[in-house]
Nanobody, 129 residues
């Protein structure tokens, strides 16, 4: 059974930073690409960032390029999301997600939630204005 557990959310002021972490267990973490999505109240879940299984490539939503950085530590089975200069409208529940196929590097479907087989429970990020 694969488990993804996010942490690091909380309350931050506009312009502030947070670092989210996702701890994975239950299968060989290093074989699978990972992603972060977010969902604000009343809105659909949206893609934020993606990292290949090796960590060699990353991909970001246009809205967070230059602001968010995704990374992974395959030795520790964790994927992280460094978020800087946070805006009030980025307040949401942030989810990490694990790819459903090992060693898949294609970027064509990185934004599609259906690509990801496993999801964490989410961590709330609140940005005060």
């Amino acid at each position: 059974q694969v488990q993804l557990v996010e942490s690091g959310g909380g309350l931050v002021q506009c312009g502030g930073s947070l670092r989210l972490s996702c701890a994975a267990s239950g299968r060989t973490f290093s074989r699978y690409a990972m992603a972060w999505f977010r969902q604000a109240p009343g809105k659909e879940r949206e893609f934020a960032a993606f990292i290949t299984w090796s960590g060699g490539n990353t991909y970001y939503a246009d809205s967070v390029k230059g602001q968010f950085t995704i990374s992974r530590d395959n030795a520790k089975n964790t994927v992280n999301l460094q978020m800087n200069s946070l805006k009030h409208e980025e307040q949401a529940i942030y989810y990490c997600a694990a790819d459903d196929m090992p060693y898949r590097d294609d970027l064509a479907t990185t934004k599609v939630p259906a690509r990801y087989e496993y999801w964490g429970q989410g961590t709330q990020v609140t940005v005060s204005s």
